[in-house]
């Protein structure tokens, strides 16, 4: 049997099987460990086709194809064969194929259910000699697991990743169930009328996991007051009232997991991409943003973006594609740059999409009424895109899901699913995902009209050319239609151990010779352990509570409500410590109220027509009344209030009026404009540059602040907050004030000063270095102020002589001899020595370290311990030496932190103790 060539869907490297045996199995790709199913490829046994330099797109689902067959040379000899050998052939064919469907149709059947399969064949049977066949590819297999879901009481229904969790013939499962889901990590959510939703973070394994949730809070529960989560409204169309309260929505794009919907719109802040997102696939879209770096006055389309955040969107009447970047999903975008453009100018780039890898970039071509489609592709992310290739794809336009395997098509009624093996292939599977009734859709070939999440649960569309059209969401199924579904049963019982008193026992005489272990006697006697405390809800820095505030009321432009708050904060005792702060907030106050004159004196001096631009509009200035701006529009005017008039376009009224040298003016502008911005962007900051000494000092301020609560974070004793923003301001304003006294804050959030000492031993400190001395000192600790259950430690230490040796005590109860009722990561002066359960980086008696990487006496050591309930993690000198968990009932599972002292000879510095998930 020949070998079997596929494509990674993750990164697309071609991957060589020695033979088919490995189809509908799972394989990982060598080059980015990425898991999925091996497919048969599609385009085996099909017909060899010529393809034209630009192949024509199908318009149309069944249209005959103009391609041509490669002809016969003439001068090659033809060997007549039998009648009755294409008939024999076939008939082997049918019988091999009919085994293979036997063998293979008994793996998970997903969604690719028999009918539609049959469906399939059949149609393929009535098409032309030339066309491609329908290919019936595998149903991909996929290993699970099974989770137990307790409540109490029971009865609450369970969600896992969004779904509800059914039987297999469609009842809702409620708890306590098993439900069996893919292994990997799931969110296994409980809801309840008149309670709180709980949410659990699961990773399906071979082995059952047990989801035990406690009694829940009475409240409100967030997804019963959603309106998908109870009406599921299936086929049904319903407006997206956020999203069309924009203005003119079109060629809309939805996220594989149909939680963020990406659009083009001629709104209030411009023509441009916006997107809106929601908590989940059962809640409505929330109001959409604007990517202010996409503004522009030629017509944007087909918006698209990849996992790694790169939007991609087309300039049709251009023939140009443009992409922008981002540092993060709640960073900006701010790099734009050209990914593909024509060098003619009669053809129109109507379409673009690219994958969620961001490796591969599809687009459709029109030349009057034809159309074509190009493909072009990279190695890497940050590399251009290679030539581009004529490419076949089934439809007007790209509406393909992340990984390129499927391409979606639709004519009003019936939305079909086409489909690959790699994206080499070509696309031959012809399925229907829905049958829908849409009477208000009328499909416009210079738009993408539509677009379908990754399950096949969701369809966005719009409606009609045209401004009055709007977008609606369609629910296509209830579950997933596409993927794997989780599949609930009812739980069996769990074995009731009964309990006895034990003060009732009375004592026995032992059978003869019959040994009893005192120790055992004495374990089985103790205590149940204690229940977790329940995780403490840490109040806001007053400073950061005050500041969040300010700064939303001077976006939103609330200056009167900014006036007072800041007045209330200047009394408030608990802001004292920072009256520096707000001063420099009463003086920018005070500028941003400054611009505000300057603005309305730039525009109560302008004179009938002359030029006003809005958005990407230019209009004509007819007068300004009661603080409204009257513009002349094309067919009448516009009155535009001067308070909503957006940040860009004030900006470009008062910023043509100013002198170069007008540094105060100049700052006042900038000073708005940063705070009307919450800071986005570097426009305001272009600016502030340009307002001499003034506006430098406003910029190094912003690195101060971060500053003041990182040092008030500190005191109160909460370095987890105070991390974040010392890692701030040494990447966004490393050449500010604020870098200059980072060494000095770095010694205060590396201090002992608020750990208590045990023992005898006097601890010589010299700045954050603490040494013991060699000598023993029986019971010399310097422990933690509070208890931690997670947490995250790193240290420096060196030993002295060959005997020096120390470590972290953990779940330490606080008083008391340490040896027995705690945990220790021993760290010895070894350097060379084989690992061991005693040796540096080992949980002390218990598990050993996979390699001792202790440096030589008297060289400094690093350690990074994190400890998150029973799972510890060890990394000696910037490797991790230990991984393990530790499930000890004897122990208390919170308790301080201790470095030990006892035997001395050892130095600890930069001592950081962090605590994780709130505790």
């Excluded at 432009?557 to 408030?572: E, I, M, Q, V």
């Excluded at 000598?775 to 060959?802: C, H, I, N, Y």
Aim: with cysteine; aromatic share 6%; charged share 25%.
């Amino acid at each position: 049997m020949s070998s079997l060539s596929t494509a990674c869907p993750q990164c697309q490297r071609q991957l060589v099987f020695p033979d088919h045996s490995v189809v509908g199995r799972t394989a990982r790709c060598p080059g980015c460990d990425h898991r999925f199913t091996i497919e048969a490829p599609v385009n085996e046994g099909l017909p060899d086709i010529q393809i034209s330099d630009s192949p024509v797109v199908s318009r149309h689902r069944g249209r005959k194809s103009t391609r041509r067959t490669v002809e016969q040379r003439p001068d090659r000899a033809v060997t007549k064969r039998p009648a009755w050998l294409p008939l024999a052939i076939s008939g082997g064919l049918g019988v091999i194929a009919v085994a293979l469907l036997l063998v293979v149709g008994g793996g998970d059947g997903g969604n690719d259910d028999p009918e539609i399969v049959e469906d399939a064949v059949t149609a393929d049977a009535g098409r032309a000699a030339d066309e491609s066949p329908a290919a019936v590819l595998p149903a991909a297999a996929q290993a699970t697991g099974t989770i137990r879901v307790e409540t109490t009481p029971p009865g609450a229904t369970v969600l896992v990743d969004d779904q509800k969790v059914r039987d297999a013939d469609g009842a809702l499962q409620v708890t306590p169930c098993v439900v069996t889901a893919a292994k990997g990590p799931h969110a296994v959510t409980v809801v309840r009328k008149g309670y709180q939703d709980q949410t659990r973070q699961v990773t399906v394994a071979a082995k059952e996991k047990d989801v035990v949730f406690s009694a829940p809070r009475a409240g409100t529960s967030v997804l019963l007051a959603t309106g998908w989560f109870s009406d599921s409204r299936v086929g049904q169309p319903v407006p997206i009232e956020a999203i069309n309260a924009v203005g003119r929505s079109r060629d809309p794009w939805l996220s594989s997991d149909g939680l963020s919907l990406w659009f083009v719109a001629d709104g209030s802040e411009g023509q441009g991409v916006y997107y809106a997102t929601r908590p989940s696939s059962f809640s409505e879209f929330d109001d959409p943003q604007f990517v202010p770096i996409t503004r522009g006055r030629d017509h944007r389309a087909s918006p698209s973006v990849s996992a790694k955040g790169l939007l991609v969107y087309v300039v049709p009447e251009k023939a140009a594609i443009w992409g922008a970047s981002r540092g993060g999903p709640l960073s900006p975008f701010d790099d734009k740059r050209a990914l593909a453009s024509s060098r003619k100018t009669t053809p129109r780039w109507t379409a673009a999409q690219v994958l969620g890898g961001g490796l591969h970039l599809f687009w459709v071509e029109s030349v009057g009424e034809s159309a074509s489609c190009f493909h072009a592709s990279r190695a890497e992310v940050e590399k251009a895109f290679g030539p581009a290739k004529a490419f076949e794809l089934p439809g007007t336009r790209p509406c393909l899901s992340a990984d390129g395997l499927r391409q979606y098509t639709f004519d009003g009624k019936t939305l079909v699913r086409w489909r690959r093996s790699s994206l080499r292939g070509r696309f031959a599977s012809d399925d229907t995902v829905a049958e829908l009734e849409l009477p208000d859709y009328v499909d416009d070939p210079r738009a993408r009209q539509f677009t379908v999440s990754d399950d096949e649960r969701w369809m966005v569309y719009c409606e009609a050319p045209g401004d009055a059209a709007r977008l609606l969401v369609v629910r296509l199924h209830e579950r997933p239609h596409r993927g794997i579904l989780v599949v609930g049963v009812p739980a069996p019982p769990r074995p009731v151990v009964a309990k006895v008193d034990k003060k009732k026992l009375k004592p026995r005489t032992p059978a003869s010779k019959l040994v009893i272990d005192p120790k055992a006697v004495a374990k089985a006697t103790k205590d149940e352990p204690k229940p977790d405390p329940k995780p403490v809800k840490i109040p806001e820095l007053p400073l950061t509570a005050y500041r969040s505030s300010w700064y939303d009321m001077l976006a939103k432009r609330n200056y009167t409500g900014a006036a007072k708050h800041l007045a209330a904060a200047k009394k408030d005792q608990k802001l004292t410590g920072w009256s520096e702060q707000l001063e420099w907030d009463s003086n920018e106050l005070s500028l941003i109220q400054e611009f505000w004159k300057d603005a309305r004196r730039v525009v109560a001096a302008m004179k009938p027509d002359d030029p006003v631009r809005i958005g990407s509009v230019r209009l004509k200035f007819v007068k300004f009344q009661d603080d409204v701006l009257v513009v002349q529009g094309k067919a009448k005017p516009i009155e535009k209030p001067l308070a909503m008039m957006a940040a860009s376009d004030l900006v470009g009224l008062v910023e043509p009026t100013l002198d170069a040298d007008d540094s105060p003016a100049r700052l006042r502008l900038g000073v708005f404009l940063y705070r009307d911005l919450k800071g986005r962007g570097t426009s305001a900051i272009r600016r502030l540059r340009r307002a001499g000494e003034a506006g430098a000092e406003f910029l190094d301020r912003r690195g101060l602040r971060l500053l003041a609560e990182a040092r008030g974070e500190i005191a109160r004793g909460r370095p987890e907050r105070a991390l974040p923003l010392l890692a701030t301001i040494e990447k966004s304003h490393a050449k500010t004030s604020a870098a200059k006294r980072l060494p000095a804050v770095w010694e205060q959030l590396y201090s002992l000063k608020k750990w208590s000492q045990q023992g005898a031993r006097q601890w010589q400190t010299k700045g954050v270095a603490w040494r013991a001395a060699p000598g023993r000192s029986a019971g010399s600790l310097v422990v933690s102020p509070r208890e931690m259950k997670r947490f995250e430690l790193s240290l420096e230490w060196k030993t002295e002589g060959e005997t020096g040796q120390g470590g972290v005590f953990f779940r330490y109860g606080g008083t008391g001899n340490p040896v027995g009722g705690s945990l220790k990561l021993q760290l010895s002066s070894d350097a060379g020595v084989a690992a061991d359960q005693f040796s540096t980086g080992a949980l002390f008696g218990i598990a050993p370290p996979s390699a001792n990487l202790a440096k030589p006496t008297g060289e400094w050591n690093s350690l990074k311990m994190r400890v998150d309930g029973d799972v510890v993690k060890v990394e000696i000198n910037g490797q991790q030496v230990l991984m393990t968990t530790v499930a000890d009932p004897d122990l208390p599972a919170v308790g301080h932190v201790a470095l030990d002292g006892i035997a001395g000879g050892i130095t600890y510095r930069r001592v950081l103790l962090v605590p994780l998930a709130s505790r």
